[in-house]
C-alpha cells in the first residue's frame, strides 16, 4: 500500500475488506499506521470509505484508561471474598466465584420481577429494538437507585478499580425453557451509522459482567464460541470480560435453559464516566 497522498482504489478496496471481515474502526486505523499512513491521512481514508462520520472516529479513539482484569486468586472487596476460579487471556475472561450472596441474589430477582418487560438489543442507530435473537424479559435499574444496587455497583467498582460513573445502570434478565440470547457483541460497532450518537455519553463499551442470580436446572451458561468456552452458570458466581471494539474473540452468547429457569444481572462498562 501507498504510505502517502490521495485516496487510491486499492487503498478503499482494502478498507472496505479488511472491515467487512469483522475489523472495527481502531483496528483499521492501527494497521494503516503499521503500514506508514498518517493519522490524519487514515482517518479522512476511513471516514470517507465507510461512510461515517469523523466525530465517531473521534468518540472510538482509546481513552488510555482500562478495567483492570481481576489477577489475584482471591481479593477482598467490600468485606467479602471473591476469587477467580478460571480465566483466559485472549478475550481477557474471569470467572468470579462469590461475588454475590444468597440474600443479595433473592433480593435482586424479587425488586425486578414486576418490571420485567421484554427484553430489547441496541439498534444500529443506537435506539432500542426487539431482537429475535433475544427472547428473555428484563428491565434496568438507574444508577444507585436502591441501597442494595449501590452496594453491587461500589463492590465492581473496587474490584475491577473503575469508577462507578463508568458503568451502565444494572440490567436483570429471566430466561424461562428454550429461551436464550444468540452469538453478539457487547461493544458497539464503529463502521454503523448509529456509533456516534451512542457513545456521546462514555463512549465505546469496554468490558462485561454477567452475574449468575440462580442456578438452572439446567442449560443456560454463558458460551465464548470462537474460542471454545462455557462458563457454567452458578448462583452467586459471575463471569467478567474485556474488550476492544472489532475484538471478534469476544464473542458470546447466552445458551438456552433445558430445565428450570434463570436470572442474571448484567453491568456493562464504558471508557468514559456517562454523564
Known amino acids: ?41 487514515s482517518r479522512s481514508a476511513v471516514t470517507e470509505v465507510l461512510k461515517i462520520p469523523l466525530s465517531s472516529i473521534n468518540a472510538s479513539a482509546p481513552s488510555g484508561r482500562r478495567t483492570r482484569p481481576p489477577m489475584a486468586p482471591r481479593m477482598l472487596v467490600d468485606g467479602r471474598e471473591v476469587r477467580v476460579s478460571a480465566g483466559m487471556e485472549a478475550p481477557v ?37 426487539i431482537d429475535e435473537r433475544r427472547t428473555s424479559a428484563g428491565m434496568f435499574f438507574k444508577l444507585g ?23 451502565e445502570g444494572l440490567q436483570v ?16 460497532d464503529p463502521t454503523q451509522p448509529g456509533f456516534a450518537a451512542v457513545t456521546a455519553k462514555g463512549g465505546q463499551r469496554v468490558a462485561s459482567v454477567v452475574m449468575y442470580l440462580n442456578t438452572p436446572d439446567e442449560g443456560g451458561g ?8 462455557t ?16 475484538d471478534t474473540s469476544s464473542l458470546h452468547a447466552g445458551l438456552p435453559v433445558i430445565r428450570g429457569e434463570k436470572w442474571i444481572a448484567t453491568k456493562w462498562l464504558r471508557e468514559r464516566p456517562l454523564r
Open 231 to 246: 462458563v457454567t452458570a452458578i448462583a452467586g458466581s459471575a463471569v467478567y470480560f474485556a474488550y476492544e471494539g472489532g
Open 173 to 188: 434478565l429471566h430466561y424461562l425453557p428454550g429461551q436464550e440470547y444468540e452469538p453478539h457483541y457487547d461493544w458497539f
Open 93 to 129: 475472561v474471569r470467572v468470579l466465584d462469590g461475588l454475590l450472596d444468597a440474600g443479595e441474589c433473592a433480593a435482586l430477582v424479587e425488586a425486578a420481577q414486576p418490571r420485567l418487560q421484554r427484553a430489547m438489543t441496541v439498534a444500529d442507530d443506537g435506539k432500542h429494538q
Open 1 to 41: 500500500m501507498k504510505t502517502t497522498g490521495t485516496l487510491t482504489p486499492q487503498l478503499r478496496e482494502w478498507i472496505l475488506a479488511t472491515a467487512r471481515a469483522g475489523h472495527g474502526v481502531p483496528e483499521v486505523l492501527k494497521l494503516l499506521k503499521e503500514a506508514g499512513y498518517s493519522p490524519a491521512h
Open 222 to 229: 454463558t458460551a465464548f464460541p470462537n474460542v471454545g468456552l
Open 145 to 167: 437507585e436502591t441501597p442494595l444496587v449501590r452496594t453491587i455497583e461500589q463492590r465492581l467498582a473496587g474490584l475491577l478499580e473503575l469508577p462507578v460513573e463508568h458503568g
